[in-house]
């Protein structure tokens, strides 16, 4: 079956400008969950969605959002981009929760 | 809180030799643990998991890991590494009715001929 797909996998967009990244979950999944990682923080855990609801959050500013659609989908967005965002977007679903995450290749975003 | 540690940044081994990545993690109850493989440019690949039961977990591509409660480690182990293992690797941990993973700082592998 196919796997999570992220679109677009890169960007490159100019300070203060936003930007909405894209996440098809495994048929099926309904649990969704999004992550930065930078080489100064590593992985960072941003939101965690369940059936379009937001069950979870990280610590990050109110520039950082996200959705989750009927069919699972996602998007996430981030506003007033800063150079500090240049970053590697994960994407990943399961199917039950703790039963470890299927992540997508990511989204590269370079903020200049 | 939650946390990870992997007190190895960077390993390198030479190919056909033993592997042993160290993870340390801090709960409170029983955890849910995951190693995961990240391959240059690429997302992370899951390896293996640890809900409860039976403490030492068999994953993919013949890696292994034992769940030790006593030391609140979870080390992942190969008996022979091959070339192909090269990549950075995550011990992650989650908690109970939530996905969120708290992931560790990763440790980078290298292998040589």
């Not at chain 1, 894209?22 to 930078?38: A, F, L, N």
């Not at chain 1, 109110?62 to 959705?67: L, W």
């Not at chain 1, 299927?102 to 975003?109: E, H, I, M, P, V």
């Not at chain 2, 160290?22 to 995961?36: E, V």
Request: proline share 4%; aromatic share 14%; net charge positive.
């Amino acid at each position: 079956k196919a796997g999570v797909t992220q679109t677009p996998r890169y960007l490159i967009k100019t300070r203060g400008q936003q930007v909405t990244l894209s996440c098809s979950p495994i048929s099926g999944h309904r649990s969704v969950s999004w992550y930065q990682q930078t080489p100064g923080q590593g992985l960072q855990f941003l939101f965690e969605y369940f059936s379009e609801t937001q069950r979870n959050k990280g610590n990050f500013p109110g520039r950082f959002s996200g959705r989750q659609f009927s069919n699972s989908r996602s998007e996430m967005n981030v506003s007033t981009l800063e150079l500090g965002d240049s970053a590697l977007y994960l994407c990943a679903s399961s199917w039950l929760t703790g039963d470890g995450y299927t992540f997508g290749s990511g989204t590269r975003l370079t903020v200049v | 809180a939650q946390s990870v540690t992997q007190p190895d940044i960077h390993i390198t081994v030479s190919e056909g030799a033993s592997l042993e990545l160290r993870c340390n993690y801090s709960y409170g109850a029983t955890p849910y643990l995951f190693w995961y493989v990240q391959s240059p440019g690429q997302g992370l690949q899951l390896l293996l998991k640890y809900f409860s039961g039976d403490t030492l977990v068999q994953g993919i591509k013949g890696f292994e890991a034992e769940f030790k409660r006593s030391q609140s480690s979870f080390n992942l182990r190969k008996p022979s590494v091959h070339w192909s293992d090269a990549a950075e690797y995550f011990c992650a941990v989650g908690a109970d009715n939530t996905d969120k993973l708290i992931f560790g700082t990763g440790t980078r592998l290298q292998v040589f001929p």
